[in-house]
């Protein structure tokens, strides 16, 4: 019974961590099954990249951190 249970335990943290933000550089999907996102800090969308966040998906950025749009940013609505 108590290997059940530590099995449990560690499927629940699974579940809930979060996924590191990716480099933003090419054509990015942000999906909603890989939410919530972290930045580590300030973003950059850069010239000629495209991200796209698929509806439901969670970004948490530190405060004071920026997320800075200088190629195309997409938000998909349901």
Do not use: H, K, W
């Not at 999907?29 to 000629?48: E, N």
């Amino acid at each position: 019974m108590a290997s059940l249970q530590l099995v449990i335990i560690v499927l629940s943290f699974c579940l809930y961590q979060a996924t590191v933000l990716p480099n933003l550089n090419g054509n990015i999907l942000l999906s909603r099954s890989q939410s919530p996102y972290d930045a580590p800090g300030d973003l950059v969308i850069p010239y000629g990249s495209t991200v796209t966040i698929e509806s439901g998906t969670t970004l948490r950025f530190n405060r004071g951190a920026q997320l800075i749009v200088r190629g195309t940013l997409r938000a998909q609505v349901r």
